[in-house]
């Protein structure tokens, strides 16, 4: 049956392996639970009932990525989007979080209908390779940030905007230590050292007092006080069409980067470095937007960290399905999944960051009006800590130089209103 449906010989891997890689998947991925209720919470959203739509929506929607679309891709509440809505559409131009949510509804039945069309796929395909291999690599310089900071090992400075952390502390020593583990078990090819290496630093963490054992199951929490509260009519009325759109290109453009980033790094790109089946992807990608507005929770989308599960060896949606059960299973056994301490994930972040930098080897380097656009793409990915601006600025850049250098027939005429998009986005800003 599994065979049937996510053809695992085909993709040259196993149960066993797929297996693996959603747990390494699911643990590099879990602090969401815990992280959406409190920032949804400054919203004024009942935090339990938020954990439980969180915990929901990313079963599902990581649950139809893999049986529909077959891509070893999770999905949850983006970080990001999650401190828009709170933050800025909330507290900050006072609406209702149940109008959010409206306009997160409304975002996402947009998408739904550009995926059924294609327009999404169409603008996914027309991404330049460079770029192709530049989100790629930008997105591991984006893990190494993310991870670096949960280890402790990068913080903010007033001045130099980052520095080195405390390093004689525990947590960030153990990271340290942890993706060292990674490294020389990966160079061993022991199976699962990833995961191995996670588990090593929990439990030595819990050892020496540093993280507190909270216990294995509860009761789940309520779920009523958020699901179908979302308030469509007065998204409407209010006319927010300016947070629908910036909820639409943010979720357009990250979700569309992360997909192609890490299924490069699976090598499930195609000849061409195009995403097969792609409008399935696009499609469970906007069906968990809608689901997860319903449920009680802000955008959902595709998670970068699905990069350590395939670099586990996940390649079908079975790895997908693994990381959903888990999800589910985080309603019940919430104090064992809230055991597993941010820095004990960070080393598998990081250790993936070095293997997705290896895109930017595959860009022609004798080529400036390739190479440019490219690296642009890579460092602002991270610099500005967001995909979507990352992306931006690349196909900002892209055009630019091209024209600038002679070379426009090079330019899709996609690409050139991508450009202007991103030109007309910012001048608005």
């Known amino acids: 049956m599994l065979e049937r449906l996510f053809q695992l010989q085909a993709n040259g891997t196993t149960v066993r392996t797929e297996i693996v890689a959603g747990l390494t998947t699911f643990l590099t991925m879990a602090y969401i639970v815990f992280v959406n209720p409190d920032v949804l919470a400054a919203a004024g959203m009942p935090r339990d009932a938020v954990f439980v739509a969180t915990c929901l929506a990313a079963a599902l929607g990581t649950a139809i990525m893999g049986l529909y679309a077959n891509y070893p891709v999770a999905m949850a509440p983006a970080m990001g989007l999650n401190a828009y809505f709170a933050f800025t559409v909330v507290q900050g131009m006072g609406y209702t979080w149940q109008t959010a949510l409206g306009a997160v509804?409304?975002?996402?039945?947009?998408?739904?209908?550009?995926s059924l069309f294609k327009v999404r796929e169409w603008i996914v395909n027309a991404i330049p390779t460079s770029l192709k291999y530049s989100i790629s690599a930008g997105i591991g310089l984006f893990l190494a940030i993310i991870g670096l900071k949960n280890a402790g090992l990068v913080v903010a400075h007033p001045a130099t905007l980052l520095t080195l952390g405390n390093i004689h502390a525990p947590g960030p020593l153990l990271a340290a230590a942890g993706f060292v583990l990674i490294a020389a078990l990966e160079y061993r090819k022991v199976p699962g050292a990833i995961i191995i290496a996670i588990l090593a630093v929990t439990g030595t963490s819990v050892v020496l007092g540093l993280t507190e054992f909270r216990g294995v199951m509860a009761p789940p929490p309520s779920l009523a006080p958020t699901f179908l509260q979302l308030d469509v009519a007065g998204a409407v009325h209010a006319g927010?069409?300016?947070?629908?759109?910036?909820f639409f290109m943010v979720e357009l453009f990250d979700a569309s980067g992360t997909l192609i980033g890490v299924c490069h790094r699976a090598g499930l790109l195609d000849a061409s470095g195009r995403l097969p089946r792609l409008k399935k992807a696009l499609l469970a990608d906007s069906v968990a937007i809608v689901a997860g507005a319903g449920l009680g929770t802000s955008s959902t989308t595709a998670y970068v960290e699905s990069a350590a599960?395939?670099?586990?060896?996940?390649?079908?949606?079975l790895t997908a399905v693994v990381v959903a059960l888990?999800?589910?299973g985080c309603i019940v056994f919430a104090p064992l999944a809230a055991t597993v301490p941010a820095f004990a994930t960070a080393p598998a972040l990081c250790y993936v960051a070095i293997l997705m930098s290896r895109g930017?080897?595959?860009i022609d380097w004798d080529d400036l009006t390739e190479a440019t656009p490219a690296v642009v793409t890579a460092i602002?990915?991270?610099?500005?800590?967001?995909?979507?601006?990352g992306i931006a600025f690349g196909f900002i850049s892209y055009v630019a130089i091209k024209l600038l250098a002679g070379r426009m027939r090079d330019v899709s005429a996609t690409v050139a209103l991508i450009a202007i998009a991103f030109v007309a986005k910012f001048a608005l800003l």
């Open 240 to 246: 927010l069409l300016s947070v629908v759109l910036t």
């Open 326 to 328: 888990l999800f589910l």
């Open 309 to 317: 599960g395939t670099a586990a060896g996940g390649r079908t949606g």
């Open 105 to 114: 509804f409304i975002s996402g039945c947009l998408f739904v209908l550009l």
């Open 380 to 389: 602002t990915i991270p610099f500005t800590f967001s995909i979507a601006h």
């Open 360 to 362: 930017l080897a595959e």
